[in-house]
């Protein structure tokens, strides 16, 4: 419990402090452009979404933001949320090899982790992308003259350091408003390849760390395995679903589709690399796009649906891990009854409040997406130009994409091609999910740990089931997908399914 109080003490103050920085942004230095305040609703959302390392942008940053949030407000929050879910992890993990009851001190693991693992690799990773073209100025703008004439003004700023810590931090949020797709922040193929491997970084390290902490390195290939497995077939799906004709023109008469589904894509990447990018940004829960997602063929959003419903294959820095960490409690649990041995993994007994906790955590994330799903398309809330619109297979799935991904606290967004999101409703709705779908999670991570921190470690015996083995890998990687396809099979038929057939 202190633990978490001090984990909801410090997002608190940083929450409030960006709530506040946003009501006020107006008369706050740096604001050369004049940017207004943001209305109360807008800047509850904006402030709760990169409080929770979701990054869930409702506004246009080139007109709605200042430099001053920019440089100073989004910074603050692209550093303390990731360091909070490592440091959760760390907590977690503690509870595998303590005896004790405690599970640390959460100051002291945000200090270590922001000064031993966050800034210098940022530090270090910025400058790399400033020398693979990305600006890094505290300039505002600069004038163009584009080459049909006229001229032009284009945002500026320390771009390298803030796109460094969005990818690295798992945030996803982006200088631009374009985000990755923009070609100042990401200006070549080598800069969009060297994002994806920052976005894998910390997130492909989490099982690692894990097995290092319990001393059994073989324990992290299960995970790592299970979460290449997922990766590889999301992207192999992703690329066959951009490769494909576009469904809806397949019954048109004397049309040829030889091209693929090319629509939303930046071209300057290549299909592969383009592809790669997006499918770890959604599945690592980042959230940062170099594409438009509202134009792509319906089976790639569902394949970023899938990933978000997972949330850790691998998930976001230090909680993805610690979600797969729950399904792996579960899916030894459920392999346990199934084969008449007592659960155990690591040599502690997996018990009823273990599985309550992980259950728990597992669960809030479907019921944060159905229910405010449903109230908005049943309630009359998708709304275009002011008038409620008929919710066709695309509008549905768009809804389903946005609060999937507030609930996973991923960020990226599809809503932009099919509704207006930027509503009372939505930003509203949208901050609830948010927090409830990042600290809940949190909440039940602690206990399991916790709990496991006060059972003294058994030697292994006779029925004690081998998890470092292939046979787990696949059972877990099996468990993990059914599972959430059992919880999502429904709305997904009723939304990009629908549009693919």
């Known amino acids: 419990r202190e633990y978490m109080a001090a984990v909801l003490l410090v997002n608190a103050a940083v929450l409030g402090f960006l709530f506040w920085f946003l009501l006020q942004q107006a008369g706050l230095p740096w604001n050369p452009t004049g940017v207004p305040n943001m209305s109360w609703d807008l800047a509850l959302h904006s402030a709760a979404s990169f409080t929770t390392n979701t990054d869930f942008t409702h506004f246009t940053n080139e007109t709605q933001i200042t430099q001053g949030a920019l440089t100073i407000a989004w910074p603050l929050a692209l550093f303390l949320s990731p360091a909070t879910g490592l440091a959760v992890f760390a907590a977690m993990v503690r509870g595998f090899v303590r005896r004790d009851g405690t599970i640390g001190n959460f100051y002291v693991d945000l200090v270590r982790t922001i000064t031993r693992v966050l800034l210098p690799i940022a530090f270090a990773a910025a400058l790399l992308m400033v020398v693979l073209g990305v600006p890094e100025t505290f300039r505002a703008s600069v004038l163009a003259h584009p080459i049909l004439g006229g001229t032009q003004s284009i945002l500026l700023g320390p771009v390298a350091s803030f796109q460094s810590i969005s990818l690295l931090g798992t945030n996803g949020g982006g200088f631009y408003s374009a985000n990755m797709a923009s070609p100042l922040a990401n200006p070549s193929a080598i800069s969009n390849l060297f994002g994806t491997f920052l976005m894998l970084l910390l997130p492909i390290s989490a099982p690692f760390a894990f097995a290092g902490v319990v001393r059994r390195r073989s324990e992290a290939w299960p995970f790592v395995g299970t979460i290449l497995i997922v990766l590889v077939v999301a992207v192999t799906l992703f690329i066959f679903y951009q490769a494909a004709a576009d469904p809806a ?23 592969s690399g383009a592809s790669a990018f997006q499918v770890v940004s959604v599945y690592a829960n980042v959230g940062a796009n170099n594409m438009l997602i509202g134009a792509i063929s319906p089976g790639a959003q569902m394949v970023l649906l899938f990933g978000m419903f997972t949330q850790s294959t691998p998930g976001g820095a230090g909680t993805g891990f610690g979600m797969l960490l729950l399904f792996a409690v579960l899916a030894i649990f459920v392999g346990g009854l199934m084969v008449g041995r007592t659960p155990e993994y690591l040599g502690k007994k997996i018990e009823t409040g273990h599985v309550k906790w992980s259950a728990l955590a597992l669960l809030v994330h479907p019921a944060l997406i159905l229910v405010p799903t449903v109230i908005a398309v049943v309630g009359g809330f998708v709304v275009v130009d002011g008038s409620t619109v008929a919710v066709s297979a695309h509008t549905f799935t768009a809804v389903l994409y946005e609060f999937t991904s507030e609930s996973a606290n991923n960020g990226s967004a599809l809503s932009a091609s099919a509704f207006n999101d930027s509503t009372p409703f939505f930003n509203l709705a949208g901050a609830a999910v948010m927090l409830v779908g990042r600290f809940v999670p949190i909440y039940a991570m602690l206990k399991v740990g916790e709990m496991f921190s006060r059972q003294r470690t058994l030697p292994p015996g006779p029925g004690t ?25 429904p709305v997904l038929a009723m939304g990009p399914l629908a549009q693919i057939l």
């Open 465 to 489: 089931l081998r998890t470092a083995s292939g046979t787990f890998t696949i059972y877990l990687a099996l468990f993990l997908i059914i599972t959430s396809a059992l919880l999502f099979l």
């Open 249 to 271: 023109l397949v019954g048109v008469p004397g049309l040829l589709q030889t091209s693929g589904y090319p629509v939303g894509q930046e071209v300057r990447f290549g299909l």
